[in-house]
C-alpha cells in the first residue's frame, strides 16, 4: 500500500536538508514544466472533481481528433483491439521484470518471444528484454561501445540524421565520462545522403559510429561504405532503426551492424503524449557479455521441460556492481508485451503489408505536395520510406497554425533542430492516413502557401 | 585444499609464480572454489601493456558471482593466456597450471615479498573460513 507522507514528516525531511518549502525545492525546473496550479475549491465532492478535472484534461486533443501527419521518431499506427485487451491481464499488468523472476514463467516466455522477434527483425543475434525509449537504448549501444574497448577509445562518431534528442541523450549519459568525446552531427559536417564527411571522422580512437535508418529525415541511405569504413579502423556500427521499415528494408545485421537499436512505439504503443515508450537493443552474439538490460534464455527444467530464466546476470549492476557496464537492470515489460501481441497478430505478412501502405501513402503525399507551387522535396534523388521533408514558402510553425484549423497536424518544423533547415517540414504518413486525408492535406498546404 | 608450496599469494586470492625473471599470475583452488562454475572469464589487459599494482587483470564470472583478479605487482605484459576465453572451466580444474592468467616482466620484484607464502596464506583461508 503506499503511504504518503504527513506534514510532520514532510517539515523534518525538509528541516534536514534545509530548504523552506517542497516548492523551494523545484526552483531548478522552469517554472513552465512544473506541475501547474489547478485552483480548485475546497471541500468539492467526487463527482464535481471529475467533472472540472475533465474539463480541464478537454483543453489537449490528441492524434485521434487530427488527421497526423507529424511523426519525427513516434508514429501514429494502427493497434489492433486485442494488443490492449492481452495488455490488462492481470497475469501481465506490470511494468516490471518480476522479483522472482522464474517463478512467473508467462512473463519470462513473453520477453523471450519478444527477444526472438526483435534479432527477426533487426538480423542480429541477440536482444535485451527492452530498455525505457529508443533514445536510451542509442545511449546504452555508446556506453556498451566504449567499454567494450575498455575506455581506450575516446571518440563517438554520430550522423548528424541521427533524432536530435538521441544524440542529446548519447551526450547527457557520456559526460560521466569525461575523456570521450561526441561528435560528427556538427552542422559543418552536414545532413548530406552522402555519408563521405562521416567516414573521414573515423579512425582508430573510434569507439562507436552510430547512423540512423531510415534517417531521421526518412531518408533510405546505403551505409554499406559506412560499415566498411568503421571496421576497417576496428570500430562497432551502431544503426538506430525504425521497426517498421524493416517489413521492407534489408535489416541493420545484414549491413553488418554491431548494434541495431531503436523505438519500438510503432509496434502497438500508443503515442500517448510522448510514453511510456520501448527500447529495442540488438547486437551481435560476440558483445553478449557487455550489453546492458536483461536477457531471458531458454533452457529445461529437471524433468526436461521447456522453461524460462533470466541468463547471464552476472554482468548486470547486482552482481557485478561498479564494474557492470550499465546500471540499467529492468526493462519495460508491458511494452515489449505490447510490441510482441502486436507482431504476433499482424503476422509476418501483414507486417509487410504496413510496411508497404506507409510506403506507398507516404510517396503518394510527396508526389502531390511537390506539384504544388511554392513547394518542393528536400532531398528529390534519395529513396525515402514513409517520412519526407518538404520546403515550404513559408515558416513552418504557421502553415501548421493554419492546418489546425482543418484538424490537421502538420509535419515537424525542423528549424527547431536545424538551423540550417529554416521552412523545412518533416511529414511522416502511415497506414491510418486516407487518400482522402492526404488529399485534404495537399489542398489545405495549397492554400495556405497561395496567402 | 590444494596450495602449492613454491607459490606466493595474496589477500585477495591471486598466486605468483616467479620464472626466471619474470612472474606467471592466477587465482588460487581456493578462490576457484569459492566462486564454484567459472562460466567466462575477461582478460582487461594485452601484451605490452603496462601495469601498476593494484590494476585489475581479468574479471571472472561464475554462476553465482562476479570477480576481479587483481595485478600484485607492477610491471609489463609478456603474454596474456588466450585460451581461458574459449574455456573458462580451466581455471576450476586446474587453477595453478592451465589455468594461469598473465605473464609479466616485473619493475621491481621484490613489490612480492608482501604476498604470503604457501603456510601463511592457509592459515589465512582458514581464518576467513571460521
Known amino acids: 500500500m503506499f503511504t504518503p507522507h504527513t506534514p510532520q514528516e514532510i517539515e523534518e525531511m525538509l528541516g534536514v536538508i534545509g530548504v523552506g518549502s517542497i516548492d523551494e525545492l523545484f526552483t531548478k525546473v522552469p517554472e513552465k514544466y512544473r506541475f501547474p496550479e489547478l485552483n480548485m475549491s475546497a471541500g468539492l465532492t467526487e463527482l464535481e472533481i471529475s467533472s472540472v478535472l475533465r474539463e480541464i484534461a478537454e483543453a489537449n486533443a490528441s492524434a485521434d481528433d487530427f488527421i497526423s501527419f507529424l511523426g519525427a521518431g513516434a508514429y501514429n499506427h494502427y493497434i489492433p483491439a486485442a494488443v490492449d485487451m492481452i495488455l490488462r491481464r492481470g497475469e501481465f499488468y506490470t511494468a516490471y521484470t518480476p522479483y522472482q523472476p522464474e517463478i512467473s514463467q508467462g512473463t519470462l516466455q513473453a520477453i523471450f518471444e519478444f527477444q526472438s522477434l526483435m534479432t527477426e527483425l533487426t538480423g542480429m543475434d541477440v536482444s535485451n528484454a527492452s530498455h525505457y525509449d529508443g533514445a536510451t537504448a542509442a545511449a546504452e549501444a555508446a556506453n556498451m561501445a566504449y567499454h567494450f574497448f575498455r575506455g581506450k577509445r575516446k571518440k563517438i562518431v554520430l550522423s548528424r540524421s541521427v533524432h536530435p534528442q538521441y544524440r542529446e541523450t548519447i551526450r547527457t549519459y557520456m559526460q560521466g565520462f569525461d575523456d570521450v568525446q561526441v561528435l560528427g552531427d556538427e552542422q559543418a559536417v552536414g545532413t548530406s545522403p552522402d555519408p563521405g564527411k562521416l567516414m573521414a571522422l573515423i579512425d582508430p580512437d573510434t569507439a562507436l559510429v552510430m547512423v540512423q535508418y531510415p534517417d531521421f529525415f526518412g531518408r533510405i541511405i546505403d551505409y554499406t561504405k559506412v560499415v566498411e569504413a568503421a571496421h576497417a579502423q576496428g570500430a562497432l556500427v551502431g544503426f538506430v532503426f525504425n521497426p517498421t521499415a524493416m517489413g521492407m528494408l534489408k535489416p541493420p545485421g545484414d549491413f553488418g551492424a554491431d548494434l541495431a537499436v531503436g523505438d519500438g512505439q510503432p509496434l502497438g504503443i500508443p503515442l500517448s503524449y510522448g510514453g511510456p515508450y520501448l527500447g529495442i537493443f540488438t547486437t551481435k552474439e560476440k558483445y553478449v557479455r557487455k550489453l546492458a538490460g536483461r536477457l531471458v534464455g531458454e533452457t529445461v527444467d529437471k524433468e526436461g521441460k521447456r522453461a524460462y530464466v533470466l541468463t547471464l546476470t552476472a554482468r548486470e549492476q547486482h552482481i557485478r556492481r561498479e564494474r557492470s557496464t550499465s546500471n540499467i537492470c529492468t526493462n519495460q515489460g508491458l511494452m515489449a508485451l505490447a510490441a510482441t501481441v502486436y507482431l504476433s497478430l499482424l503476422g509476418k505478412t501483414g507486417f509487410r503489408q504496413v510496411a508497404d501502405l506507409c510506403y506507398q501513402k507516404a510517396h503518394y503525399a510527396a508526389e502531390n505536395i511537390a506539384n504544388l507551387e511554392g513547394y518542393e522535396l528536400a532531398f528529390p534523388e534519395t529513396p525515402f520510406f514513409h517520412e519526407f521533408v518538404i520546403k515550404t514558402p513559408k515558416p513552418v510553425e504557421e502553415i501548421n497554425f493554419h492546418l489546425q484549423q482543418h484538424w490537421i497536424l502538420g509535419g515537424f518544423d525542423l528549424s527547431q533542430e536545424y538551423p540550417e533547415l529554416e521552412n523545412h517540414m518533416l511529414v511522416a504518413v502511415t497506414e491510418k492516413i486516407t487518400r482522402h486525408d492526404i488529399d485534404d492535406f495537399v489542398q489545405a498546404l495549397e492554400e495556405v502557401g497561395h496567402d | ?130
Open chain 2, 1 to 130: 585444499m590444494n596450495i602449492p608450496k613454491e607459490l606466493k599469494y595474496a589477500r585477495t586470492d591471486e598466486w605468483a609464480k616467479v620464472d626466471g625473471d619474470e612472474v606467471v599470475l592466477g587465482i588460487s583452488d581456493f578462490a576457484q572454489d569459492q566462486l564454484s562454475d567459472i562460466v567466462y572469464v575477461e582478460l582487461m589487459v594485452e601484451e605490452g601493456d603496462s601495469v601498476n599494482k593494484g590494476d585489475t587483470a581479468a574479471t571472472i564470472e561464475s554462476v553465482k558471482a562476479a570477480a576481479d583478479v587483481n595485478f600484485p605487482l607492477s610491471g609489463s605484459i609478456i603474454a596474456v593466456n588466450e585460451d581461458l576465453a574459449d574455456a573458462p572451466e580451466v581455471l576450476n580444474n586446474d587453477p595453478y597450471n592451465a589455468g594461469w592468467m598473465v605473464r609479466i616482466k616485473p619493475d621491481d620484484l621484490s613489490e612480492l615479498d608482501d604476498m604470503m607464502d604457501a603456510d601463511t596464506y592457509a592459515a589465512n583461508i582458514e581464518e576467513r573460513e571460521g
